[in-house]
């Protein structure tokens, strides 16, 4: 079995923990991580706060040097770094190596391109100039979740590197791998020696351990579950958080939308990934007067679906992540059916090995907030007058799909609601220039773009005078 060890301050190592990974497709444990102690956490941070102290003195064109570079090795290694996501994770190696992992290496290359035409505010008053510096925080504690953990890395580490930040990062316990090969790559590259360190293992040791250090802002990508966690530990040790979670997203089709392409969207908002998709979709909204014929023909295209191995590239559906998840899922599924709510397909475990699970519709009887994370959708009529109190209730807002043929009344919606993006007739617009994040209970703080520069920079004022100023002397003394 393969050995993946952890990397601080420059050197891979290891624990006399050993934690095994095991292939979701087929049960065999293929690898295996270590578990980081506490002591590990303290060089990581002792040796991040060197290193952040020499990079943060890099100008922004020697930045933007290392940047582009780590763009470099992902796509350089692209197609092994994709099979190791897909071994660990089980989504299809075709998300992995064409969707996931290039879209970290365009959000590297935007902010080199981004650092390269940056400069500082130079505001010229009356009496002086007033300076505007971009300060970093100093080091990051960044985790990842398992879903896709390299995109993750380039939405949270490539913006706090920009603005001259050290990272600590704590990929999932379900999906460390693919990182810490590219930690491999990463090692060669001309970076000061510590900016970069990676612990893993479980989230209530190596997680809690990060929470707890002295690191100077938590970026968290991952459930609001864990996030109250992290607050709790870091209680004693208060610092900026910034947060990704999820959401329970809803998909509106209006009956003058068009039909096959929102039927084609749904499908793939519910079911990539296996629907372990923050930006999914929970709930279809679908307006009263096309529901059945909608509902028929998303079926006829849900049952088609192929599940099989992640590595088959007709594969639609590969495993859940785990089999605690599985179980988890299956669980949910017979619960919200128990209380009246109606299957239309699906809601079972494959048998055989593997942590598959069917497609799954359930017709809601009577709303819930739910976000299955799983290859579960939810689907409900809705009459027009009704839509934007049911929207306005939803408890989190991070991502809606609107499809209508009606840009105006699209737009006016879009505008009206609580979310951090809306996607007007299109799923999974995201581009490294456009910022991602949620509000209300799907997080606070942006990624990507110039937001997810500033979200980890600190702006300096520096004041000089040339003149006497209007406050000087006032008092006369
Ligand atoms: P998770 O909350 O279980 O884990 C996230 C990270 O926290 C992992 O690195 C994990 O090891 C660590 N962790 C877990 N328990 C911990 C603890 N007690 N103390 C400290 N650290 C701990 O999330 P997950 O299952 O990996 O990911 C799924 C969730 O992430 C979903 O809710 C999904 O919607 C969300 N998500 C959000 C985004 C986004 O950008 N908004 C992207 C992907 C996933």
Not at 286 to 297: A, D, G, K, L, R
Request: proline content about 3%.
């Amino acid at each position: 079995m393969q050995e993946y060890k952890y990397y601080l301050d420059g050197e891979f190592k290891s624990s006399s923990e050993k934690i095994e990974v095991i292939d979701p497709a087929t049960e065999e444990a293929f690898a295996y991580i270590y578990q980081a102690s506490k002591e590990d956490l303290e060089i990581a941070l002792s040796q991040a706060k060197k290193a952040q102290k020499e990079w943060k003195n890099f100008s922004f064109k020697e930045k933007a040097k290392v940047l582009r570079d780590i763009a470099k090795v992902i796509l350089d290694n692209l197609s092994g770094l994709a099979e190791l996501e897909t071994r660990e994770i089980g989504k299809t190696y075709k998300e992995s190596l064409f969707v996931d992992i290039p879209l970290s290496a365009e959000v590297f290359n935007y902010y080199a391109s981004f650092l390269e035409n940056l400069s500082e505010d130079l505001i010229k008053t009356d009496t002086g100039i007033d300076l505007i510096k971009y300060e970093p925080y100093g080091v990051c504690g960044v985790y990842l979740p398992y879903n896709v953990p390299l995109m993750i890395f380039g939405f949270s580490c490539a913006g706090a590197l920009a603005s001259g930040n050290a990272l600590i990062v704590k990929p999932s316990e379900f999906g460390s791998l693919s990182l810490l090969e590219l930690a491999k790559h990463l090692d060669k590259l001309d970076m000061p020696r510590g900016l970069i360190n990676i612990i893993t293992g479980q989230g209530e040791t190596a997680g809690k351990y990060l929470a707890q250090a002295e690191v100077d802002l938590i970026s968290f990508t991952g459930s609001l579950q864990t996030l109250k966690k992290i607050v709790s530990y870091s209680i004693d040790n208060p610092k900026k958080i910034i947060c990704e979670l999820g959401g329970v997203n809803f998909a509106v089709i209006f009956s003058d939308a068009d039909k096959e392409r929102a039927i084609d969207s749904l499908l793939s908002s519910s079911f990539m990934k296996q629907g372990q998709m923050c930006i999914g979709t929970s709930i279809a909204l679908i307006e009263e007067s096309i529901y059945e014929s909608f509902i028929s023909e998303f079926l006829e295209k849900v049952k088609k679906i192929k599940i099989g191995s992640p590595f088959e590239p007709a594969t639609g559906l590969g495993p859940l992540v785990s089999q605690e998840h599985l179980s988890g899922v299956d669980r949910k599924v017979k619960e919200i059916i128990s209380k009246g709510n109606k299957l239309l397909w699906g809601g079972e475990i494959l048998e055989g090995k593997g942590y598959f699970y069917l497609p799954t519709v359930i017709e809601l009887e009577e709303l819930v907030y739910e976000e299955f994370f799983s290859p579960v959708v939810l689907v409900k009529r809705f009459r027009e007058e009704e839509l934007s109190s049911i929207l306005e209730n939803s408890p989190t807002g991070l991502v809606l799909q609107i499809w209508s043929n009606n840009l105006k009344k699209a737009k006016e919606l879009a505008e009206s609601c609580s979310c951090g993006t809306v996607w007007i007739n299109t799923f999974a617009q995201m581009n490294a220039h456009t910022p991602f994040g949620g509000v209300k209970k799907s997080g606070w703080g942006r990624n990507l773009g110039k937001w997810g520069f500033f979200e980890y920079t600190q702006p300096k004022h520096i004041g000089i005078g040339f003149k006497k100023g209007s406050a000087e002397g006032w008092f006369g003394v």
